[in-house]
C-alpha cells in the first residue's frame, strides 16, 4: 500500500491535469446534438482504461449511448469488484450563469475547497469521481498491488435515466458477473466529516399537458369566459401540496417506510448548519413537509416539485394572449417501498381528476427507479469504512441521500449483487447547477481511498 500511495503522491498532478481533458467534452447525453461528443468520451474512457491495464476494453453499442467496458481478471478464485460510474452530463444552461466556460475546466479555490476547486460541468457528476477509479487502477497495477478482480462498466445515460444500461445488464448477466458493485457518484458530508452513502431515492418523472381552448385567444376578447390553461396548470400544481406540504396524491404515502424515532434522532447527528445551508443558497426560511428536519426531508421523506413549467408567450415585451396549452415536468422521489410505476400511476388518476371540465389532461411517464437502501454490516460497507478511516483519519457516518441512481436497484434485482456508494463530492458543489466544481482535495481523496478499498475488501472475502 505504501508503493501504491507513493505512485499517486509522485503523478498525482498529471492525474489532475489528465481530468481535465476529459472535462473538454461536453458529453451531454440528453441533447441528440452532441451525439458525437458523447461517442468521443466513451472512446476517452476507453483509451484510460487500456493505458491504466485494463483488459478486454470494448466501448459497447447500445440503441442510445455506449457502455465502457473493461476488466482485469487476476484469479478466479479472487472476489470481484464491478465499477460503475457515468461519463455523460447534464446540460449546462443556463448558460450565462457559468463563472468560466462549462466545458472549459478552471482550477480556482472556493471558502469550502481552500485548495482548488475543478469547476466544469461533469467535474464532480461524475467524470471527476470515474477518473479516481481510473486513476487508483492504474497506481494499483503500475505496483503490482491489485488483491482482486476488477471490471468497469461506465455508462453515457446515467443522467437520462440508464434506459439501455437496464437492458446490457439482462443480457451480458456472466460478463458482469461479480461480488460486489462500487460506486463514487454520491457525497460525503464534508471534507472533514467523511460519510457513505447507505440510501437514495427514488424516482418518478411525469410531463403534464393542460389544453384548454383550441387555438391561441385574444386574452381579452376571450379572458374571462375561457379556462386559461396556465392558470388552471397552476391551481392543479398549487393543490398537490396542503398547508403543511404533505403530498395530497391519495395513497402517495401508503407504503413510505416510518422511521423509528431513534433512527431518527440518530441520523440527526450528522453535523448541518442551517444558517450556514440557508446562507449558502441565498434563501431566508427553508419549507419543507412539517415534522421533518432539512436532512429528513432531503433523504428519508417523498417528494413531488415542478422541474420547469411553461406555455404562452416568454418572448420579449407583452403579448395579450390567452394560450391554448400549458406544460409541466415533475419529479416525485421516492423513499424505500414506494414503487415508482404505482406512484405514476396515483399521480396520473389524481392529477386528471382534479382538473375542471374545461380542460383536458395528458400525463405522460418518463424514467423512474426504485430507491435503495445499503446494508452496513456487509464486507463492501466494512472495506469502505477502513478505507475512509485510514485517509481521512476518521470515521465515516452513514448517510442517507436524496439523489437518485435507479440502476442501483437493477444491479441488486438482476445480476443479484449489492452496491456500495462511496462517493466524495460535496453537496455544495452545483452538480446540476451553473458553476459545478469538485475540491482538488476530494478528487486526490477518492484516488487515495480506492486502494484500501480493494485491500480490505480482499482481506474481508478471504478471511
Ligand atoms: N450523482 C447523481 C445522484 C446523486 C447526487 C446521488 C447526489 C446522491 C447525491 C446522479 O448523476 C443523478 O443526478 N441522478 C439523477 C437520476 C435521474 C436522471 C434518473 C437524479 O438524481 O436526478
Ligand atoms: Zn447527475
Not at 463514487?184 to 403534464?208: C, F, H, K, M, Q
Request: glycine fraction near 8%.
Amino acid at each position: 500500500m505504501q508503493k501504491v500511495q507513493a505512485y499517486i503522491a509522485e503523478h498525482k498532478e498529471r492525474f489532475l491535469h489528465e481530468l481535465l481533458d476529459w472535462l473538454r467534452i461536453p458529453s451531454i447525453s440528453a441533447d441528440p446534438a452532441y451525439k458525437a461528443d458523447v461517442q468521443r468520451m466513451a472512446e476517452a474512457v476507453a483509451d484510460k482504461l487500456r493505458a491504466a491495464g485494463a483488459d478486454a476494453v470494448e466501448v459497447c453499442t447500445t440503441e442510445g449511448h455506449p457502455i465502457v467496458y473493461g476488466e482485469k481478471i487476476i484469479g478466479a478464485n479472487l472476489p470481484t469488484v464491478l465499477v460503475y460510474g457515468h461519463y455523460d452530463v447534464q446540460p449546462p444552461d443556463p448558460i450565462d450563469l457559468w463563472e468560466s466556460g462549462p466545458f472549459d475546466p478552471v482550477i480556482k479555490p472556493t471558502d469550502l475547497h481552500p485548495q482548488g476547486a475543478i469547476f466544469a460541468r461533469g467535474s464532480c457528476d461524475d467524470k471527476g469521481q470515474v477518473y479516481m477509479h481510473v486513476k487508483a487502477f492504474e497506481a494499483m497495477m503500475a505496483c503490482n498491488a491489485l488483491p482482486c478482480n476488477v471490471k468497469f462498466m461506465i455508462e453515457g445515460e446515467e443522467e437520462v435515466g440508464s434506459v439501455n444500461l437496464g437492458k446490457y445488464c439482462e443480457a451480458n448477466k456472466d460478463k458482469l458477473a461479480c461480488d460486489v458493485v462500487l460506486i463514487s457518484d454520491t457525497s460525503i458530508i464534508a471534507n472533514d466529516t467523511p460519510s457513505i452513502t447507505t440510501g437514495l431515492r427514488g424516482l418518478s418523472y411525469v410531463e403534464v399537458e393542460v389544453t384548454g381552448p383550441n387555438r391561441d385567444l385574444h386574452s381579452g376578447v376571450y379572458g374571462g369566459a375561457v379556462a386559461n390553461p396556465i392558470n388552471v396548470l397552476c391551481q392543479m400544481i398549487a393543490s398537490l401540496h396542503d398547508e403543511d406540504r404533505h403530498i395530497t396524491i391519495p395513497g402517495f404515502y401508503d407504503d413510505v417506510e416510518e422511521i423509528s424515532p431513534a433512527e431518527r434522532a440518530e441520523m440527526n447527528k450528522a453535523p448541518h448548519n442551517e444558517d450556514e445551508y440557508k446562507a449558502a443558497l441565498g434563501i431566508d426560511e427553508v419549507m419543507g413537509e412539517k415534522g421533518y428536519t432539512t436532512h429528513e426531508r432531503t433523504s428519508i421523506r417523498p417528494t413531488l416539485d415542478v422541474n420547469g413549467i411553461w406555455g404562452g408567450y416568454i418572448g420579449e415585451g407583452a403579448k395579450t394572449v390567452l394560450p391554448s396549452k400549458a406544460y409541466a415536468k415533475i419529479s416525485m422521489r421516492l423513499v424505500p417501498h414506494q414503487h415508482p410505476d404505482k406512484i405514476t400511476e396515483l399521480f396520473t388518476r389524481y392529477f386528471k381528476s382534479i382538473a375542471p371540465p374545461s380542460v383536458k389532461v395528458v400525463v405522460k411517464p418518463h424514467h423512474g427507479g426504485f430507491p435503495v437502501v445499503t446494508p452496513t454490516h456487509t464486507p463492501e460497507y466494512q472495506a469502505a469504512h477502513k478505507a475512509m478511516e485510514a485517509t481521512f483519519g476518521k470515521a465515516p457516518l452513514p448517510s442517507r441521500e436524496g439523489g437518485s441512481i435507479p440502476i442501483v436497484a437493477l444491479f441488486e434485482s438482476v445480476l443479484g449483487v449489492k452496491s456500495v456508494l462511496m462517493g466524495f463530492g460535496l453537496n455544495s458543489d452545483a452538480i446540476h447547477s451553473p458553476n459545478e466544481h469538485f475540491g482538488v482535495f476530494n478528487f486526490y481523496k477518492g484516488i487515495e481511498t480506492i486502494p484500501y478499498f480493494y485491500e480490505n475488501y480482499a482481506a474481508l472475502k478471504n478471511s
